[in-house]
């Protein structure tokens, strides 16, 4: 059984969703990740695309740990994560 990585750096705003989207993968299956804006609120950025997206690159070996430990809890293909896992 493969680990989750994070082979691919690329991520983006969602505006509609209020969250940074992200992506890991176990093997061939793609596990998406949604990081609600209020999680990045907490290191103090700007309320701004830019700076949301400048504060996730950042937190980049965080996020990532709190997405592994996520999937690790339990195996799905999409996770909503929140200041309470960041």
């Not at 061939?28 to 695309?49: K, P």
Request: net charge neutral; charged share 30%.
């Amino acid at each position: 059984m493969m680990s989750l990585q994070f082979p691919n750096a690329s991520r983006n705003y969602d505006a509609t969703r209020h969250c940074v989207c992200f992506w890991g993968h176990d093997a061939t299956v793609e596990i998406s990740f949604h990081l609600a804006e209020e999680a990045l609120y907490r290191v103090g950025v700007d309320r701004d695309e830019a700076s949301l997206l400048r504060a996730f690159d950042v937190n980049r070996d965080r996020i990532e740990a709190a997405a592994s430990a996520a999937y690790a809890r339990k195996r799905r293909t999409y996770y909503r994560l929140s200041g309470a896992d960041a």
